[in-house]
């Protein structure tokens, strides 16, 4: 890590390997691959989601916005998108003049081949992400996540769909004793 690319990376990730390297007395190589607000059906392949009955939902949901999002979908949803972020600048400016807080801007940049967010389409994060990792002696896993895949009305699907994620990628890594750790 440098000064340059620390403010990027996760403090817990950061703090946890430094704490694990001088507890090993080893170097610790991290890879970060978070997305804030990311939902668990980002992080599983298909074939697996298709597993978890919360989860096939979502995919069939999203199979069915897929199927009517063309590019012109996408060129008025970002002609959207940059208007409301040239409004949003804008405000950013009138509140530094006024000395006011500045506006958050927190509509999701479209993508032109998904009608969600990188957060939420399935399979997204982890055909990026986790699958080109696939077969690296990865020696453990630290997972910082939750909120946005916990639902107060069904909190025994935020269990089955942690056990999947963790199952999942011990399948890919090789390694069915990988630990995994959930902060």
């Known amino acids: 890590s440098t000064q340059k690319n620390a403010p990027a990376f996760s403090a817990v990730g950061y703090t946890f390997g430094e704490r694990l390297a001088k507890d090993i007395d080893v170097p610790i190589g991290l890879i970060y691959t978070a997305l804030g607000a990311s939902c668990m059906q980002t992080w ?14 979502i995919l069939k949901k999203f199979n069915e916005e897929k ?39 927190s509509m999701p940049r479209p993508m032109e081949n998904t009608p969600w967010p990188a957060y939420s389409t399935p399979c997204y994060l982890y055909n990026a992400k986790i699958a080109p990792l696939a077969g690296l002696p990865i020696k453990g896993i630290l997972w910082y996540q939750g909120e946005s895949a916990f639902d107060a009305n069904y909190p025994e699907c935020f269990e089955e769909k942690f056990r999947a994620i963790v199952d999942i990628w011990r399948r890919n890594f090789n390694n069915p004793e990988l630990p995994f750790l959930c902060v």
């Open 44 to 57: 599983m392949p298909e074939e697996d989601l298709v597993k978890i009955p919360a989860l096939s939902l």
């Open 67 to 105: 199927k009517g999002y063309t590019k012109d979908t996408y060129k008025k949803k970002l002609a959207e998108y940059e208007a409301a972020y040239a409004k949003h600048k804008k405000d950013v400016e009138e509140a530094k003049k006024n000395k006011k807080a500045a506006p958050i801007f």
